[in-house]
């Protein structure tokens, strides 16, 4: 199992500690990165082994390999040489590890290190993406027997990522560290040991300090977010794939926590792609057995499934996948989740009569529109592409309009319920409001299909107004039940609910 390695970004030694306190029950080794220290502590980093108390990592890391050292090679050296100097007989005492990149070979540094035990991580750091050779690369770091080769790269969409992760696993056995760095690497960290990495490294996040590297994770989230002390070479791979909010989405807690308690051995993790062919891609190289997918995939993944429901074929949207011997299925859980989540609100069993605008005519605004049509609503629909919205409206009988101000008149006749599905107003997608041209009267109920973050512009102005309002965290937890039900054939746990 990978070791968990906390880096320590302080500006002082103390900081550093006290960081290293707060996770001590969570992490094996903790790396000490100099380049982070204020100039007069750095001379005084020799002791620092024996202060931690765990097996350390030294590190000073240049600007151009994602690190903070801007001083030159010789000043660097100096450095390496005074913590790796005076060793002592106390292995504890000295740095377990020290990191040397592939373009630092000074015999007298790597001399004093063997000699007292300091193993070598060979680094190689491509902050803008994969090298073209990726066995040449290895070859490179790999050279010295007895040297820990690391390779961070930098993958630049889904395609890297799974080009990083086919790649990874042909290596032979041995102790290695490969990690894609970035937003779209983070399914590298969580399945570190997947890529045969024997440590994954993270960052004291929840202690305030800075991220030592883009797409770290604090320990905490590590283990409680994504059970990593538990996923081993059998763990069952789920996904949730789609642009890059996935990184900070909720659902992998919901989930993991699901899995936990149910005693099985899976594991859900994000994985962000910009288009479908890429996100299939990334899926195929971790062995995904399932994924849930969201913005702005929903509809771009049909044509690559092999079979649909008949509920993905009703609405023209998919959000959960399952791998079967020949390829996808798709299916359909929003509608579950929202049919659920907005007569739960209304406190209603259908409805009939009542006259409702859908905000949006993407993925999820298809499976509202479904639902509304299902349960005898009459609806609006708005989107910013208008025919999307007539397409949409169209398949319904409902009426569409654009979404601008001249549609006011047309939400004041469909004003009972309005459902605002599209991503302006989500974390890490479009700011605003896309209705602030519209002035709530108080009467209307509103449900918000966003959950993050858990108020926006839109249900503050709503509830202001005083209407009843409700954002999509509820939506969110019925449809994921609904998934871990396709997924592993049981019924879904209580943590969906409560
Ligand atoms: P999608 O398929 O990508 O559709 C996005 C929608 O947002 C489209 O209607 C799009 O309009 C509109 N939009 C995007 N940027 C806009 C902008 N700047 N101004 C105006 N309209 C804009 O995404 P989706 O899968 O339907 O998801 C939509 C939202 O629902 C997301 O926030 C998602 O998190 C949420 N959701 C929540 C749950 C839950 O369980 N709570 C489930 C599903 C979805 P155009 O057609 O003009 O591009």
Not at 281 to 289: F, H, N, P
């Amino acid at each position: 199992m990978p070791l968990v390695c906390l880096s320590l970004t302080g500006r002082t030694l103390a900081g550093d500690l006290a960081a290293l306190d707060r996770y001590r029950d969570k992490i094996d080794i903790a790396e000490l990165r100099a380049d982070y220290l204020d100039p007069a502590e750095v001379f005084a980093i020799r002791g620092f082994p024996e202060r931690a108390g765990v097996p350390c990592i030294l590190a000073v890391r240049r600007k151009s390999d994602g690190g903070g050292f801007t001083d030159g090679e010789g000043a660097r050296l100096v450095i390496l040489a005074k913590a790796l100097a005076y060793a002592s007989p106390d292995k504890n005492a000295n740095f377990a590890y020290v990191d040397l990149e592939c373009d630092f070979r000074v015999p007298s540094v790597e001399e004093a290190a063997r000699t007292f035990g300091t193993k070598i991580i060979r680094s190689c750091h491509d902050m803008t993406g994969l090298p073209a050779d990726l066995d040449a690369a290895w070859a490179d770091l790999a050279a010295e027997p007895g040297e820990i080769p690391k390779l961070a790269v930098t993958p630049r969409g889904a395609a890297d990522f799974a080009r990083l992760v086919s790649w990874a696993t042909t290596l032979p056995p041995g102790e290695r560290i490969v990690i894609g760095m970035g937003e779209f690497g983070l399914p590298s960290r969580v399945l570190a040991e997947r890529l045969g990495s024997s440590i994954a490294y993270t960052s004291a996040l929840y202690a305030g300090l800075p991220v030592a590297a883009s797409g770290h994770l604090d320990p905490a989230a590590l283990e409680s977010q994504y059970r990593f002390r538990e996923i081993s070479k059998d763990t069952e791979v789920y996904a949730l794939g789609g642009s890059r909010s996935v990184v900070s989405s909720k659902a992998p807690a919901l989930h993991n926590a699901a899995f936990r308690s149910a005693g099985i051995d899976a594991v859900y993790v994000p994985v962000p792609a910009d288009d479908a062919p890429s996100l299939f891609a990334a899926l195929e190289a971790v062995e995904a057995r399932g994924a849930a997918i969201t913005v702005p995939l929903k509809e771009a993944i049909l044509p690559l499934l092999s079979r649909r429901s008949r509920a993905v074929d009703e609405i023209g949207a998919c959000n959960t996948l399952v791998r079967e011997a020949d390829g996808w299925s798709g299916h359909n859980t929003d509608v579950i989740g929202f049919e659920r989540s907005l007569l739960e609100f209304l406190g209603r069993k259908d409805l009939k009569g009542q006259r409702a605008t859908i905000v949006g005519a993407g993925g999820a605004a298809k499976a509202v529109a479904h639902v509304l049509s299902r349960l005898g609503a009459t609806a609006l629909v708005l989107n910013r592409t208008l025919p999307k919205a007539r397409e949409l409206a169209r398949r319904y009988g409902f009426a569409f309009g654009p979404l601008a101000e001249h549609a006011t008149s047309l939400i004041a006749d469909h004003s009972d319920i309005i459902i605002q599905a599209t991503c302006v107003g989500m974390e890490s997608e479009a700011r605003g409001d896309p209705l602030d041209w519209y002035e709530f009267t108080g009467r209307e109920a509103v449900f918000e299909l966003i959950y993050r973050p858990d108020h926006t512009a839109l249900l503050d102005r709503a509830r202001a107004a005083g209407c009843r309002a409700t954002n999509g965290w509820q939506m969110l937890r019925y449809q994921s039940a609904a998934q871990y039900k396709i997924w592993t054939g049981r019924e879904p746990p209580e943590s969906y609910f409560s």
